[in-house]
């Protein structure tokens, strides 16, 4: 580092990195560099994950606007598949206030939606329904 440069007696040169400085500075990248590949894979699959979840909050906002538009509501249990994931879907009457019409209730719905075989989605919701 100090090539073409002269030092008097007892004065150290003060440019460039001393061997240890070097080795440290090394030892630090290869670490860091170790810990790349592992922090690659675990950004893979949380980024797989999250698409999971999303396309179970979608499915079910669809499972809720396809299954529950219509104005009469029944009490019970209902389930099926849609859009490549099983669903199950509880209805139930609540003890609401009375409705200003008598035919009106007030409906509590549960709806699971399968994310993976070990994950599951649950949405809970209230519509207004027609009782039958």
């Keep these: 580092m100090t090539a073409g440069r002269t030092c008097r007696r007892g004065q150290r040169a003060t440019d460039g990195f001393t061997l240890l ?17 592992r922090t690659l894979v675990d950004t893979r699959s949380m ?8 396309q179970a909050r979608l499915a079910a906002e669809a499972i809720l606007a396809e299954e529950f538009a ?9 389930s099926g598949r849609a859009y490549e994931r099983d669903w199950t879907a509880q209805v139930m009457r609540t003890a609401a206030p009375a409705p200003p019409e008598p035919e009106l209730g007030l409906f ?7 994310v993976t075989s070990r994950h599951e989605l649950s949405i ?5 329904g027609r009782l039958r």
């Excluded at 509590?108 to 399968?114: D, F, Y």
């Excluded at 809970?124 to 207004?128: D, L």
């Design 124 to 128: 809970e919701t209230v519509r207004i």
């Design 21 to 37: 400085e070097s080795l440290i500075a090394v030892a630090v990248m290869a670490a860091l560099l170790a810990l790349l590949p």
């Design 70 to 78: 219509s104005e009469v509501l029944i009490e019970g249990v209902r």
């Design 47 to 54: 980024t797989g994950q999250s698409h999971h979840w999303l």
């Design 108 to 114: 509590h719905i549960r709806l699971t939606v399968a």
